[in-house]
């Protein structure tokens, strides 16, 4: 099948350990922050979002930090599950225009 | 539910040929977006629409790429004299409103190839 992304950085990681996706942005004038999921062959899906104003937001199994001295995001996954396995990038977002701005990829893998 | 759908999934052109790629957004949605995805990168934003009008078209290109969504709701990505260059995914993305942050429901892509 196809491949997203043949030339990313790749973290391997063991299932039921956590993981942890870094993420530099570059816009301190982003409204918004979000991470996205892609599975070979599909587009981007939405994982979590954490508003400009905030540092920290938890979802089911994940965990967005936002440090904006440093303009650093991170996603912190959980007992990571092969069904964790994927492309994952982080991107930002200023409200009154609604394009988003993707970053560079991360590929996770995660071994039995 | 449905989601976004895109045909085809798969082009092969050869260069010089003029495509077509279509996007059927989520019924209702306002908002629909076109972003390039060249491999091993992340998607880049081509075109916005609110309903039928074309809001933002700064990241298209060059002036052989063009998008319509005449109706408001299908959308279509139209590039002429196509080039090796162009060879890349091509997502659509839509979403409920036209106003402040919504979140944006992808399709699945049309991956081109031009020889």
């Known amino acids: 099948g196809e491949s997203v992304g043949l030339h990313l950085p790749t973290l391997s990681v063991q299932e039921g350990d956590n993981s942890i996706i870094n993420c530099a942005y570059s816009?301190?004038?982003?409204?918004?922050f979000i991470w996205y999921k892609q599975e070979s062959g599909k587009g981007p899906q939405f994982i979590i979002d954490?508003?400009?104003?905030?540092d920290k937001r938890q979802g089911q199994r994940v965990t967005v930090l936002l440090n904006k001295t440093v303009k650093h995001l991170s996603l912190q996954i959980a007992a990571t599950q092969p069904g964790d396995s994927a492309v994952y990038f982080c991107?930002?977002?200023?409200?009154?225009?609604?394009?988003?701005?993707f970053g560079g990829g991360t590929r996770v893998l995660v071994k039995p | 539910g449905a989601g976004v759908s895109q045909s085809p999934r798969y082009k092969v052109a050869k260069r010089g040929q003029d495509v077509a790629l279509r996007c059927d957004p989520i019924?209702?949605?306002?908002?629909l977006f076109w972003y390039q995805q060249a491999l091993g990168q992340g998607p880049e934003f081509l075109t916005y629409?609110?309903?039928?009008?074309?809001?933002?078209k700064s990241g298209l290109p060059s002036d052989r790429f063009f998008a319509e969504r005449p109706e408001g709701s299908v959308s279509t990505l139209k590039i002429q004299r196509t080039q090796q260059e162009d060879s890349a995914v091509y997502l659509c993305?839509?979403?409920?409103?036209?106003?402040?942050?919504?979140?944006?429901?992808f399709g699945p892509g049309t991956r081109l190839t031009v020889l």
């Open positions: 993305a839509s979403s409920p409103s036209g106003q402040g942050y919504n979140e944006q429901f």
């Open positions: 816009n301190s004038a982003s409204d918004y």
């Open positions: 954490i508003r400009s104003n905030m």
């Open positions: 991107a930002e977002l200023k409200a009154a225009g609604n394009k988003l701005t």
């Open positions: 019924s209702g949605h306002v908002s």
């Open positions: 629409f609110q309903n039928e009008a074309q809001l933002d």
